[in-house]
């Protein structure tokens, strides 16, 4: 998906409520019923979302696909981040587009979930292309969750994998349904 798409959808998700409401065009809520200003991620052409969760913990990760390419961007900020692969957002890059971005808790072992998405990616030849094939382009971030539960239940590369098998365009789950599970 190229730059311009890409905003320009986004632009027309977020304006769609203003039209549809133009006298409420400033309030973020409706008493009556749902919020006004929102929708989807998935609402944007080409994006899906899959959510693999480990129960038995809880923790989990959220795969965010979109495997014909998306320009990205980054702002990584806390005083013990934990990324990958996040430089590669930078538009002073030779890649310029990711097939997915990786959201998982294990803290820093969590990273080891995106390593399935790229299997994920790489299987339908998805990627950077190359001579030999393609290197999909996978950044990720985690969160510190491992004061939850059994600190040796942690995301892995199969959790990624399967958060990717999961993923579709349709509405997503929202709240504690995956990583970060634990009491708030």
Known sequence: MKRRT???SLLALST???????????ATTDP???????????GVPGIKIGIHTLTRRPTGCTGILCEH??????D???????????????????????????????SA????????????LEERKLGFKLRAG????????ILFDLGVGDFTIRPDA????????AAASGSVAEGNVERGQGPQ
């Open 16 to 26: 769609a409520p203003l039209l549809a409401h133009p006298t409420r065009a400033l």
């Open 69 to 74: 390419g998306a320009v990205g961007g980054v």
């Open 134 to 141: 393609v290197v999909p382009i996978v950044p990720a971030a």
């Open 76 to 106: 990584v900020r806390g005083s013990a981040p934990g990324t990958c692969e996040t430089d590669l957002l930078d538009p002073t890059n030779a890649v310029q587009q990711v097939q997915a971005i990786l959201l998982s808790g294990g």
């Open 158 to 165: 199969e959790a990624g994998y399967q958060a990717c098998l």
């Open 109 to 120: 072992y969590g990273l080891e979930a995106a390593t399935g998405v790229m299997c994920y």
């Open 6 to 8: 890409f905003t320009n």
């Open 32 to 42: 009556s019923g749902p919020p006004l200003m929102g929708g989807s991620i998935t």
